[in-house]
């Protein structure tokens, strides 16, 4: 079956959902200026996508990178979210007392 004619054009009602907006903050995004640019972009050309906030954060993650590459540092490759152990350990260390000299 060909992917032709597949999924739904822009919906009116169309909200980015959570993932978009953690995605956003990760990579210094602001989200309703990718909305609207994505918003704007697809309804011209009549997009039709099966999961329209995962096109977002295609998007988004495109915007990311074209960025990055654009001052001349390489695309980074983007990160995952942190594991916890790494977090409770950065945070018990920046909360100890500091060392005293003797």
Request: net charge positive; charged share 25%; proline share 9%.
């Amino acid at each position: 079956m060909s992917g032709k004619g597949r999924g739904t054009p822009y919906p009116e009602d169309f909200q980015p959902n959570d993932n978009n907006m953690l995605n956003a903050q990760r990579w210094g995004l602001n989200l309703m200026d990718q909305v609207e640019a994505f918003s704007d972009y697809h309804q011209s050309k009549g997009s039709r996508f099966l999961k329209w906030n995962l096109a977002l954060n295609t998007w988004m993650r495109n915007a990311y990178e074209r960025r990055e590459s654009k001052f001349g540092r390489p695309a980074v490759p983007i990160p995952q979210a942190p594991d916890l152990r790494y977090s409770q350990a950065l945070e018990s260390y920046l909360l100890r007392p500091p060392l005293r000299r003797q």
